[in-house]
């Protein structure tokens, strides 16, 4: 124990270490924050045309949507990303970081794709009937009735993507890039720390403290959707 905290101590007073580290947190919450928009923005699309009213121009999307899905979720991230980085954008000079964050967000995408079509199930189907019965149009009930109700049921699922999509981004490490994780890798394997535990824990105190933030921001948002649904209710 007495040698762990000699060797946290040196990582954390030397400032070689510390860039490393802070270098590689960046590349990491850079990756983490495109591909998690990315994931939302095309998981949306894909959501709102695999939850539509069926017609016949929305048959081909539909099934090109419910195929991606299935195999996006159907294999392994670093398999994704293998496939990204040494087939589809095997181009010499091509940013790995720009390959790395497709990859996470097409990804993303799909089980994002999932919980916001899971969200928008989840509201009685009688609630847009009985719009369509007053008159309203689709867009409108879709925006003021089913929305709001689906982003309240979704938002807990949402943020446990956002925080898988930061973990998983440790596996870029595999296809060489400098992440927290590489970085992590990289101290521990240096003739002075000459051991893995203690950069690999400090790596993992990094994660903690972004998904900590996440968790704490998403209870936050939770809460005060709760309490406007108290004051609607009185």
């Given amino acids: 124990m007495e040698e762990f905290f000699s060797k946290l101590v040196e990582l954390f007073s030397t400032p070689e270490y510390i860039d490393s580290l802070w270098h590689g947190f960046l590349l990491t ?28 121009w929305l048959a081909v999307p539909k099934f090109i949507c419910r195929i991606y899905v299935t195999i996006i979720r159907g ?19 091509f940013p790995q970081i720009v390959t790395a964050i497709l990859a996470f967000g097409f990804n993303s995408a799909a089980y994002t794709a999932e919980i916001i079509r899971g ?33 309240k049921n979704i938002i807990p699922a949402l943020g446990n993507e956002v925080i898988t999509v930061i973990k998983e981004t440790a596996i870029v490490s595999m296809v060489g890039m400098y992440d927290l994780n590489m ?3 990289d101290i521990g394997s240096g003739q002075n720390m000459s051991s893995y535990v203690v950069p690999m824990f400090t790596a993992a105190l990094f994660y903690l403290a972004v998904v900590y933030l996440i968790s704490f ?5 939770e809460k005060g959707l709760r309490k406007s649904d108290l004051r609607a209710e009185s």
């Fill in 75 to 93: 294999t392994p991230m670093a398999l994704q990303l293998f496939i990204m980085f040494f087939v589809i954008f095997a181009i010499r000079g």
């Fill in 29 to 56: 919450l850079e990756i983490a924050f495109f591909a998690i928009l990315i994931g939302f923005l095309l998981g949306t699309i894909i959501a709102l045309v695999d939850t539509a009213k069926p017609s016949a």
């Fill in 217 to 221: 921001i998403i209870k936050r948002v």
């Fill in 119 to 151: 969200g928008i199930l989840s509201v009685d189907k009688g609630q847009t009937e009985a719009g369509l019965a007053l008159g309203l149009p689709r867009m409108v009930i879709f925006k003021k009735i089913v929305a709001p109700q689906a982003i």
């Fill in 183 to 185: 970085a992590a890798k």
